[in-house]
């Protein structure tokens, strides 16, 4: 198995992008490999999914899981950091929006319900909280609340891009899910937690469950950075070999001999 560092990582995105593969396109696909997750530890559609989603693109991961789990028969509840999130996510942000899901924007505005009349507009057109428009003074409160009572929380909040420990909203959110009852799942590498050299910032998440998108990540090599992501799966999100080779020579994980088309990291 071959580990990447997170600058390794990036350079395989863009690779893939100007090699024809778009951001979306692999969006997509980590969100469709989430739902095979669900179905391979066989999580119960009875379940209360909480997706936490930050402001770059593993954000729109998160809203594609979602959505593929909302269309499969899970309960799905949405938790943004944000709503300044990158161009391809807010893409994947509309199509949850019209779908009609339940969505709480994290930071605090405990003077929403004094707004002026058009300035509230304004705010509820920026949430435009479909399924369930939470007009409550504190959405912080609320957030926390449903986080803390969920079932599975999907952790889509900072991937192999983190820089340092997570801060402000991101620290607060990081607190919560891991004082949650429910298992956290994280995408590429738990929030917190180098992709590189494994360092544990503080907070990071504890995760029951880490889909490790493309390529097993170089902190999966450290002992002690590996036991706090849980079971590891590396996930096929279409990218094909001669990209992989540009990064390192049969660096490819073996997809094709999983029936689930991701690759469990022993």
């Known amino acids: 198995m071959y580990y990447a560092t997170a600058r390794q990582m990036a350079r395989l995105d863009a690779l893939a992008i100007k090699n024809g593969l778009e951001i979306r396109q692999m969006m997509e696909l980590a969100g469709w490999q989430m739902l095979n997750l ?9 379940s209360k999914i909480m ?5 770059g693109n593993q ?16 309960k799905v509840n949405f938790v943004l950091v944000s709503k300044n999130m990158s161009p391809d996510s807010v893409h994947h942000l509309q199509l ?3 779908m ?16 002026a009349p058009s300035a509230a507009g304004q705010a509820r057109q920026n949430l435009e909280v479909c399924k369930e428009l939470y007009l409550y003074p504190d959405f912080k409160a609320k957030a926390k609340k449903i986080i803390q009572s969920s079932d599975i929380i999907i952790d889509a909040l900072i991937g192999y891009n983190l820089s340092g420990a997570p801060r402000k909203d991101f620290k607060e959110l990081v607190k919560i899910m891991n004082q949650s009852k429910g298992k956290i799942i994280s995408y590429d590498i738990p929030t917190g937690i180098d992709a590189t050299i494994g360092e544990c910032f503080s907070p990071y998440i504890k995760a029951w469950i880490t889909l490790s998108l493309a ?3 170089k902190a999966f090599t450290k002992k002690q950075t590996k036991k706090h992501c849980g079971r590891i799966y590396i996930a096929d ?6 990209i992989y080779n540009k990064i390192a020579a049969n660096s490819r994980p073996p997809f094709e001999k999983f029936r ?7």
């Open 96 to 98: 949850v929006k019209k």
């Open 59 to 74: 954000a729109g991961d998160g809203l594609c899981a979602g959505r593929h789990l909302y269309n499969s028969g899970y």
């Open 237 to 242: 999100i279409g990218i094909p070999s001669f």
């Open 100 to 115: 009609k899901l339940s969505i709480i924007y994290y930071p605090n505005n405990k003077n929403h319900s004094s707004l």
């Open 38 to 46: 669900f179905r391979h530890v066989k999580i119960p559609k009875k």
């Open 215 to 217: 390529l097993a990540k």
């Open 260 to 266: 689930s088309a991701f690759v469990p990291l022993d």
């Open 51 to 55: 997706i936490v989603c930050g402001k």
